[in-house]
């Protein structure tokens, strides 16, 4: 699995949306482990192992990302 995050100069991720820089949740895959996040964290929540896959850091930055319009945000 590729992941699509950028990272800073000191290996933080930055979110795309957003622009922070940040330290996912769950930290990192065990290096080497290439199975999905999904079976690496299977008690995670979705939010966590979207961190580690595209960087978006919230789900607000997601719904953002991709036009989703939520009333109560």
Do not use: A
Not at 8 to 17: A, R
Not at 59 to 68: A, D, P, Q, R, S
Request: with cysteine; charged share 25%; glycine share 6%.
């Amino acid at each position: 699995m590729v992941d699509c995050r950028i990272f800073d100069n000191k290996g933080f991720t930055i979110c795309p949306q957003c622009k922070v820089h940040y330290i996912p949740v769950l930290g990192e895959r065990p290096e080497g482990d290439n199975r999905c996040v999904q079976q690496i964290f299977p008690n995670s929540t979705p939010e966590q192992r979207e961190q580690l896959i595209t960087g978006l850091c919230s789900t607000k930055c997601w719904n953002k990302y991709l036009g989703v319009k939520v009333d109560d945000e």
